[in-house]
Nanobody, 127 residues
Framework: QVQLVESGGGLVQAGGSLRVSCAAS????????MGWFRQAPGKEREFVAA????????YYADSVKGRFIISRDNAKNMVYLRMNSLKPVDTAVYYC????????????????????WGQGTQVTVSS
């Protein structure tokens, strides 16, 4: 089992940067794929980024590609999402999730791939 706690959210101006973090506990963390999802008010939860267990592969939604960077430190049981060039449309609650590894982008995008979820951290981008 994996427990996840997000932190680092906050208020930032458009064009700014922010890094959100996810602290994980549990023996299977280092073998889990990790993902970030977000949910804006009135919208469905959507995939943002994912990283395979050994950091060999990363995956991004088209809307954040080139602006966001996902990384992990298995020695510290941490996952990070560095968000650059933030836009007001990036405003959402950001969730960390742990799930199964795969060779397919479509698996990482699907919320059903992930078995454990954090409580989320609010990111607000002002215009």
């Amino acid at each position: 089992q994996v427990q996840l706690v997000e932190s680092g959210g906050g208020l930032v101006q458009a064009g700014g940067s922010l890094r959100v973090s996810c602290a994980a506990s549990g023996r299977t963390f280092s073998r889990s794929a990790m993902g970030w999802f977000r949910q804006a008010p009135g919208k469905e939860r959507e995939f943002v980024a994912a990283i395979s267990w050994g950091s060999a592969s990363t995956y991004y939604a088209d809307s954040v590609k080139g602006r966001f960077i996902i990384s992990r430190d298995n020695a510290k049981n941490m996952v990070y999402l560095r968000m650059n060039s933030l836009k007001p449309v990036d405003t959402a609650v950001y969730y960390c999730a742990a799930g199964d590894n795969s060779d397919y982008y479509s698996d990482y995008v699907a919320s059903t791939t992930y078995h454990y979820w954090g409580q989320g951290t609010q990111v607000t981008v002002s215009s």
